[in-house]
C-alpha cells in the first residue's frame, strides 16, 4: 500500500511540472499585464512601462520563468502583483472555503444521490424511478449560475431568510457561517446530485440481477436490507469513481457559485487573477488545484482497495 | 435570538434539502451611526493612492486620503490640505501654505515635511506621475509651508495638483520613502483603514480626530467640510450584478455604485430605494488607429464620422442614459464650447461614401478591437453595422481589457478601438487633450495636438485658454481624429434609509446619515 502511495506521489511530480509549464506559457501567450488593471485607459506608454519597472515585469520571460521554478522548489509561491501578500498566503486564507464548500456539496451529493439512486433502482419502470431520473437530468442540465441566482431571489430576496452573498468566517460566527454556506452548498448539490444517481442506478440494476441477490431475496431475508447490505456494497466501485471525478468537478463548479455568491474563496481569488493578471497567483492557484486533483485521485484509488478486498494496490 | 436560532436551523436545513420559513422583522429608528455598504463591480488593484487610477480605488481612497488641492463640486480645484496658494508673477513658483492641526490617522500631525515627500515619492512612482512633470524642485520652507518651483509655466498645475485620477495624497514623510504598493494605508482622511480582503471587501471606520476643515461650511466635491455622521463603510466587491441587485433588496448593501437600466426602472416603481441618475459621466469615444491604412487617411476617417448616427450608438449601448452631445467637455465645464459641431452626428451614409471615395480605403477587413463590457461591445457593432452600409468590412476582435488596452496602445493589430472617457472631461481641458498628444491614443504624432496643449497649459489667462480647447475641438472634428459618440451616465440606486447621499465621481460617504 504505501509503496503504491509512494509511487503515486513521484509520478505526480512530472505531472505538476507539465501543469505549471503549461500555465507558464498560456498566461504568456495572452497580452496584457497588471499594469492595466492599475492604470486607467488614458495612461501613457511610458507610465505602463514605469508601472511595469516597479512589478518587475519588464524581466525577460525565461528569467522570470527560471526564478519561479527556484523559488517553487525552495517551497515559495511567490508574492502577489496585486494583493501585497504571498501566494500561499492568499491561497492558504481562502483554501478553507473552497475546500468546505466542495465538502459539504461533495457529501450532500453524494449521501442525496445514492439514495435516490437506489431508489430509483429498486423501482426500476415506476413511476418513482421516473420520477427520479427525471429530477436528476434536471440538475444536471441547471447552469449553476442560474440556480444560484434563482436562489437568491427566492431564499434571500423574496423570503429573506438567507443572505444573498458574502461569507462569514465558522471561527467567528458559527450560525453566520452556515448560513452563509447554505445556498452556495445547495447549489453546487443540486448540480452534482444527478450524476451519483444515474450512476448508482445504474450500477444497482446491474448487481440486482446478479446470482447472489436472488439467493439472498430466497433465503428469506428483507429486500431492504439486501439492498443495502449486499446490493449497495457491490455497486460502490462505479460510484467511487464517479464521486472522484464530481470531486475535481465540484473545485471548479466552485469557482462559478463563488462568483455568484461573492464569496472570498480560491475560485474568486484565481479568477480575479486571470482578468487582472496576477501571474504569480495564477501560477500558484493552479499548481495548488492540480495538486488537490493528483490528491484526490490518490484517494478514491486508495478506497479501491477498502471497498472490494480484490483490488490489490502494489 | 430566537429568530436567529431559526435562521441558523434553516441554513442547516437547507443543506440536508429541507426547507424551513422564518421572516426578519424590519426595525426602523433614525440614529447617527451604522455600517453603510456599497457594492461595487470590482476590487482596487491597491490603496496606495499613488500607484493606481483605477475607479475602483478612487472609489475607496478619496475616503481615506487627502490633497493640497482638491476638486469641488464644479470640478475646479480648491484648496483642501492646503489653506491657499501664492503664485509669482512669473508663474514658475507656487508657495503653499498649509493648514495647521491636521492629523494623521496615525495620531501624527501632517507638516511640510510629509507633504514634500508625498509629492517626491509621486513623482518618482506616482500612476499618473506627468501630472507633476513640470516641478523642478519641492522644498519645505517653514512648517506649514511648502514652495514648489516649475520648470516652466504650467497653467493648470493645480489642476494637476488637484486631480482625483491617481490622487496626489499626503502621507506621513516616513511611509512616503516606501516602495509602491509598501505603504501603511495612513491619511489624513475622515474615514480610516480597517480591513482589506482583496477579492471580498474594504472596511473603513470614521477618524474620530479627522481635523474638519473649517474653511467651508458644506460638503464641496471632494474638498469642502466632511463631516461624518455613520461609523463605518465597508465597500464589498460583487461582480455578478445579479447578485448586487439582490444584496440591495435583502438590505445587506445600502448603495448600488452602478447598476444597469432595467433594474433600475424596476427599483425606482419602490420607494425603498432611490435611484440616481448620475449623468453625464463619461464619453463614449472611438478611437482610429493612424499608425495603419486606412484609418491614417483623414478622408477614411470623415467617412467613418459621418456615417455614424450617434443617436442608434448611444440609445442602444448606454439605453435609459445617455445625452447626444458633441462637445469634447461636460457641458457644465467652463472651457465648453460648441466649435465645430454642426460636424457631429451627420448621419449621413451619402456624405459618408463622398468621403470614402476620396479616401485609401481598398475593400480591406478593418479590425474593431473592443473589450468585452457590453456598451463597448454594442458601440463597436453599431459601428460595424454602420459602415458595412457604405461598403467597409470590419471584424470584431473581443477581448478581456488587460487585452485590448496591451493592444490598443501599440501601432499594430488594429484599426478602431472604443470605450469610455470618464476621469478626462471631468477633469478639465487639458486632460481631454493630453491622450492625444504625442501621437498616444491614436499612435502617430499630431504636431497640431501638440501644440495646442502646450499652448493651453503655458496660457494663464482663462479666456486664451477656452478659445485654445475650442481650437482643438475644432481640430479633432475637421481631422476626425477621433470621435464622440455622445456623453452616458450611470444608475446610482440607495435604500432609501441612506439620507442625504449625492452622488459625485466617487460615492463619498461623509455627510450622509443611515436610518437605522
Redesign the interface.
Known amino acids: 500500500m504505501w509503496s503504491f502511495v509512494l509511487r503515486r506521489l513521484i509520478s505526480s511530480i512530472p505531472v505538476l511540472f507539465l501543469v505549471s509549464l503549461m500555465t507558464f506559457g498560456l498566461i504568456w501567450l ?5 499594469a ?13 512601462a ?2 511595469r519597472r ?2 518587475g515585469l519588464d524581466q525577460p520571460l525565461w528569467t522570470q520563468m527560471l526564478s519561479w521554478y527556484e523559488r517553487v522548489l525552495s517551497g515559495d509561491l511567490g508574492q502577489s502583483i ?3 501578500r504571498s501566494v500561499a498566503a ?1 491561497i492558504l486564507e ?1 483554501l478553507p472555503i473552497t475546500l468546505s464548500l466542495a465538502a ?1 456539496a461533495l457529501v ?1 451529493a453524494v449521501i ?1 444521490g445514492i439514495l435516490l439512486g437506489s431508489l430509483a433502482a429498486v423501482n426500476h419502470g415506476g413511476w418513482g424511478d421516473q420520477s427520479i431520473m427525471t429530477v436528476a437530468l434536471l440538475g444536471l442540465s441547471i447552469p449553476d ?1 442560474w440556480l444560484g ?1 434563482v436562489l ?2 427566492v ?3 423574496q ?9 462569514v468566517a465558522i471561527t467567528e460566527d458559527p ?1 453566520g457561517w ?2 452563509s ?3 452556495p ?2 447549489t453546487l ?1 443540486i448540480t452534482q446530485i444527478g450524476f451519483i444517481a444515474r450512476m448508482t442506478r445504474s450500477s444497482m440494476l446491474d448487481v440486482l440481477r446478479q446470482d447472489f441477490v436472488r439467493t439472498a431475496d430466497a433465503k428469506g431475508l428483507g429486500h431492504g436490507f439486501v439492498v443495502m447490505r449486499h446490493a449497495l456494497p457491490n455497486a460502490m466501485m462505479p460510484i467511487l469513481t464517479v464521486t472522484g471525478v464530481i470531486a475535481g468537478g465540484l473545485l471548479g463548479g466552485a469557482v462559478v457559485v463563488e ?4 464569496l ?1 474563496g480560491v475560485g ?2 484565481i479568477i ?1 487573477a486571470i ?3 496576477d501571474f504569480p497567483v495564477i501560477q500558484g492557484g493552479l499548481l495548488m488545484l492540480a495538486v488537490i486533483y493528483l490528491l484526490v485521485n490518490l484517494i478514491v484509488d486508495m478506497l479501491y482497495a477498502v471497498i472490494d478486498p480484490r483490488v490489490r494496490l502494489g | 435570538m430566537k429568530t ?2 431559526l ?2 436551523a ?3 436545513g ?4 429541507g426547507l ?5 422583522p424590519a426595525v426602523v429608528q433614525a440614529q447617527d451611526g451604522g455600517d453603510v455598504v456599497i457594492a461595487q463591480l470590482q ?1 482596487p ?2 490603496l496606495d493612492p499613488h ?5 475602483a480605488a478612487r472609489n475607496v481612497n478619496l475616503h481615506m486620503y487627502e490633497t493640497l488641492y482638491a476638486r469641488d463640486e464644479n470640478a475646479a480645484p480648491v484648496p483642501d490640505l492646503a489653506q491657499g496658494v501664492e503664485i509669482s508673477e512669473d508663474g514658475l513658483t507656487y508657495v503653499f501654505t498649509l493648514r495647521e492641526g491636521v492629523n494623521f490617522h496615525d495620531g501624527s500631525q501632517m507638516h511640510a515635511d510629509d507633504v514634500v515627500a508625498s509629492l517626491n515619492r509621486y513623482r518618482e ?1 506616482g ?4 501630472l507633476l512633470s513640470a516641478i523642478e524642485s519641492v522644498e519645505e520652507t517653514g512648517e506649514y509651508e511648502v514652495t514648489v518651483n516649475l520648470s516652466e509655466v504650467q497653467s493648470t498645475f493645480l489642476d494637476n495638483l488637484s486631480s482625483p ?1 491617481a490622487p496626489i495624497a499626503v502621507i506621513p514623510a516616513e511611509q512616503a520613502v516606501m ?3 509598501e505603504i501603511e494605508f495612513i491619511g489624513t482622511g475622515p474615514f480610516r483603514f480597517v480591513e482589506f ?4 471587501f474594504v472596511r473603513l471606520e470614521r477618524f474620530d480626530d479627522y481635523s474638519l476643515n473649517t474653511n467651508y461650511s458644506e460638503r464641496d466635491g471632494l474638498a469642502g467640510y466632511k463631516e461624518v455622521f455613520i461609523d463605518s463603510v465597508t465597500f ?5 450584478s ?2 448586487r441587485v ?2 440591495l ?2 438590505g ?1 448593501i445600502h448603495l448600488l455604485e452602478t447598476v444597469d437600466g432595467p433594474s433600475a426602472q424596476r427599483l425606482a416603481e419602490n420607494d425603498q430605494y432611490v435611484v440616481y441618475d448620475v449623468l453625464p459621466f463619461a464619453f463614449q469615444v472611438i478611437k482610429f488607429n493612424h499608425a495603419q491604412s486606412p484609418t491614417d487617411d483623414v478622408e477614411f476617417r470623415l467617412a467613418v464620422s459621418a456615417a455614424l448616427d450617434m443617436e442608434e450608438i448611444m440609445a442602444i449601448s448606454h439605453p435609459d442614459i445617455y445625452e447626444i452631445d458633441g462637445g469634447w467637455l461636460f457641458t457644465n465645464s467652463a472651457f465648453y464650447s460648441d466649435a465645430a459641431l454642426d460636424l457631429y452626428n451627420i448621419a449621413d451614409l451619402e456624405v459618408a461614401r463622398q468621403h470614402l471615395e476620396n479616401s485609401s480605403y481598398d475593400g480591406e477587413t478593418l479590425t474593431f478591437i473592443v473589450d468585452n463590457g457590453r456598451a463597448n461591445v454594442d458601440t463597436a457593432t453599431i459601428v460595424q453595422q454602420r459602415l458595412a452600409a457604405i461598403g467597409v468590412t470590419v471584424e470584431l476582435s473581443v ?9 490598443g ?1 501599440t501601432p499594430d493589430g488594429w484599426h478602431f478601438w472604443t ?3 470618464g ?2 472631461p471631468f477633469e478639465g481641458p487639458a ?1 481631454v487633450i ?2 492625444w498628444v ?1 501621437g ?2 491614436m499612435q502617430a504624432d499630431d504636431p497640431e495636438i501638440n501644440r495646442l496643449y502646450n499652448a493651453l497649459t503655458t496660457e494663464m489667462d482663462a479666456d486664451a485658454r477656452a478659445a485654445i480647447f475650442a481650437e482643438f475641438q475644432a481640430y479633432m472634428y475637421e481631422n476626425a481624429v477621433a470621435i464622440k459618440a455622445g456623453n452616458y451616465g450611470l444608475f446610482q440606486v440607495s435604500t432609501a434609509a441612506l439620507e442625504n447621499f449625492v452622488p459625485f465621481r466617487i460615492p463619498r460617504m461623509w455627510g450622509v446619515r443611515l436610518n437605522q
Not at chain 1, 462568483?259 to 461573492?262: D, P, R
Not at chain 2, 500612476?127 to 506627468?130: I, L, N, P, V, Y
Open positions: 495572452v497580452p496584457g499585464d497588471p492595466s488593471v492599475f492604470l486607467d485607459a488614458s495612461a501613457t506608454p511610458e507610465q505602463v514605469n508601472l516597479e512589478l496585486l494583493l501585497n492568499a481562502r459539504i450532500l442525496l449560475f441566482l437568491i431571489v431564499f434571500a430576496v423570503l429573506g431568510w438567507l443572505p444573498s452573498g458574502g461569507f450560525g452556515a448560513m454556506m447554505a445556498l452548498a445547495f448539490t462568483q455568484v455568491f461573492a472570498p474568486r481569488l480575479g482578468l487582472s493578471r | 436567529r436560532i435562521q441558523i434553516l441554513a442547516g437547507m443543506m440536508t434539502g424551513m420559513a422564518v421572516g426578519l476590487a488593484p491597491s500607484v493606481t487610477s483605477a475607479q512612482i500612476a499618473s506621475s506627468t485620477r516602495g509602491a504598493n480582503q482583496p477579492d471580498s464589498r466587491f460583487i461582480t455578478e445579479g447578485s439582490a444584496g433588496e435583502t445587506e477581448a478581456d481589457w488587460p487585452t485590448v488596452s496591451q493592444i496602445f470605450h469610455g472617457f476621469i478626462e486632460s493630453a491622450p504625442d498616444v491614443s
